[in-house]
């Protein structure tokens, strides 16, 4: 028998849960896909919110061959093969045929140079599926040629939303005497990804067997889930939380739990690429001001790893994990920029003060652009105090240092 997932895959768009942004009325995609002029494109987004699904419905809506190929076991020579079953399909004018690429972010250099020419001479139409970012995951030259659509993490609403449809329509389950009582313990065990969902609810209603009702209660799910944990995780998504507890755990200054994680990675065949960007984003995020060393530390080390590779960048990787567990923590120049951020959403594009403008012409010059404004280095200690803020945020603070060394030392250079 086919999973529940599989079963309760959606035919058409109006069936399709979540991703309203690109599927919902008028929306980009489904209005692409409504005039049959679908461009490559790549989907991005968590596990389980219906990457696969959504390429397969774009493909039957505008009845285009489609075909299918896993980045994970696909080489070039499939790739080949494939592109040239796509062109003895095209017949004058007949559009392309779709290919999908699961997780294209595993695929190698050549491998997506080998894609190129399809995609440019229109051989082929480009579905790519990714849960990473394609800024850093897809060449360029390829990226160029693709729009880029960015799924959501399906909402609470839409995840409870597709297990009462499952209990409602699927042919197995509609027949089982089955009541919800309680979402949370699956909803927090699928971490939003759909299939997972799927999963867990299979697992857990397989116990009902007879006219006796099952009520899913959260304990229920908790018991019957720790009994059976590799049917759950068996799609091997452990990827997001054992990343999650690295970084907290490198956050949170244990390098002991740190290592731990790192150790789980490397050995589970995680992408050490991938550790190192989260280990660069974290230096900023969560150290920043209070160790500025911790970025150059993160970038010196993903560059380093870049160039050697395992076994022997596992020590380069513990050595800066180590660093970062171990280095004072601050995280001002995050809430710094968010805030700004926050603020200029809400007020829009407050007008920059007369004396701070360029003033590159006669005419700026006699409108009084830049009149009035006083160099800081003409002035004791380089400073010299001015307004640079608009005149309506003028009093207004987003960076607040925080109380460590580094920080210490800011706070009294700003108050002199």
Known sequence: MQPLAERMRPDTLDEYVGQQHLVGSKAVLRRAVEAGRVPSFILWGPPGVGKTTLASIVAKALKRPFYVLSAINSGVKDIRETIDLAKKQQFFDSPSPILFIDEIHRFSKSQQDSLLGAVEKGIVTLIGATTENPSFEVISALLSRCQVYVLKPLSKDELIFLVNQALEKDAF????????????????????????????????????????????????????????????????????????????????????????????????????????????????????????????????????????????????????????????????????????????????????????????????????????????????????????????????????????????????????
């Open 173 to 416: 389950l509609k027949n089982k005497k089955v009541v919800v009582k309680e979402y949370e313990a699956m909803l927090q065990f699928s971490g939003g990804d759909g299939r997972k969902l799927y999963n867990i609810l299979e697992l857990v209603t397989t116990f009902n067997e007879g006219e006796e009702v099952l009520e899913i209660t959260n304990e229920m799910v908790v018991e019957k889930l720790q009994q059976h944990i590799a049917l759950y995780d068996k799609d091997g998504e452990q990827h997001y939380d054992i990343i999650s507890a690295f970084i907290k755990s490198i956050r949170g200054s244990d390098p002991d739990a740190a290592i731990y994680w790192l150790a789980r990675m490397i050995e589970g065949g995680e992408d050490i690429e991938f550790i190192g960007r989260r280990m660069m984003i974290l230096a900023s995020e969560d150290i920043g001001l209070a160790n500025p060393n911790a970025l150059l530390m993160a970038n010196t080390c993903f560059q380093t790893i870049r160039a050697v590779g395992l076994p022997e960048a596992r020590i380069i990787l513990s050595q800066t994990v180590i660093y970062l567990a171990t280095s004072a923590k601050s995280n001002s120049a995050y809430l710094a920029i968010d805030n700004a951020l926050a603020l200029v959403r809400q007020t829009g594009n407050l007008p920059v003060p007369l004396h701070l403008r360029n003033a590159p012409t006669k005419l700026m010059k006699e409108l009084d652009y830049g009149k009035g404004y006083k160099y800081a280095h003409n002035y004791e200690g380089n400073f010299v105090e001015q307004q640079y803020l608009p005149d309506e945020i003028k009093e207004k603070i987003f960076y607040e240092p925080q109380e460590n060394a580094a920080e210490r030392k800011i706070k009294e250079g700003m108050k002199k």
